[in-house]
């Protein structure tokens, strides 16, 4: 790995994250961890934990039998962070769980339990989406993927495409939002406006 990349692992069983971190950190990642949705939504809040990996175990308090909170905090680290590259390890071998997953964002899907080197080649898959993306940014253009019921409509696709396009941008400009909206090719009053209109807050220091 030519740059340290951090990784936030999210797991409830201790003993469990511990050994993930251990295995992750073998690998040359720099590593993160929480034991709970909202201890993995504070990190995710944190401007100065840059992470662009996660590892993130379904089965959460206070239902780790069931990978309802596991899917809701899926779905709001990718809203916090659009370019997240999220691999799901659960224990829910169901095809309607994965299809969720993916549906929320997650970039792959491994039932536990897996393996170190499974893990390995996801991550080394999702680095190279990441670098990828990094050099379409570079080019000035953006890639994202979108998951929405068709019967919802174009005007409410569209929507969530304006939004997904905003939050993008501004995360890759650590919320600079003068340097956002010249990505954007909005005048900074504009992009507040879609700032406010979409609930986007700062990032916290």
Request: zero cysteines.
């Given at each position: ?19 993930w971190c ?7 990642y720099?590593?993160?961890?929480a ?15 840059p992470?662009?990996?996660?590892v ?8 780790p ?12 680290l ?21 299809l ?14 897996a393996?170190?080197q499974?893990?390995?080649e996801a991550?080394?898959?999702a ?17 994202m ?14 929507e969530?495409?304006q939004?997904k396009?905003?939050r ?13 909206a ?11 406006y879609?700032?406010?209109k979409?609930?986007?807050?700062r990032?916290?220091?």
């Open positions: 790995m030519s740059a340290t990349r951090k990784i936030l692992v999210v797991e409830d069983d201790a003993s469990l994250r511990d050994w251990g295995s992750l950190e073998d690998m040359g720099s590593v993160l961890s034991g709970s949705a909202a201890e993995a939504l504070v990190i995710a809040r944190q401007a100065q934990a992470f662009d990996l996660a993130l175990d379904l089965g959460l308090p206070p239902h039998n069931d990978p309802t909170e596991g899917l809701e905090l899926l779905r709001l990718i809203l916090e962070r659009p370019s997240l590259k999220v691999v799901v390890l659960t224990g829910q071998d169901e095809p309607a769980v994965a969720t997953a993916i549906g929320l964002g997650a970039f792959d899907f491994l039932n536990k339990p393996s170190s499974r893990l390995r991550l080394a898959r680095v190279l989406f990441l670098q990828a993306e990094k050099q379409l940014s570079t080019d000035g253009q953006a890639r993927t979108l998951t929405a019921p068709i019967a919802e409509g174009v005007r409410e696709f569209g969530a495409a939004e396009l905003v993008s941008v501004l995360a890759d400009s650590q919320f600079n939002v003068a340097q956002a010249r990505k954007l090719g909005l005048t900074r009053e504009h992009l507040y879609f700032m406010k979409f609930g986007i807050e990032a916290a220091s």
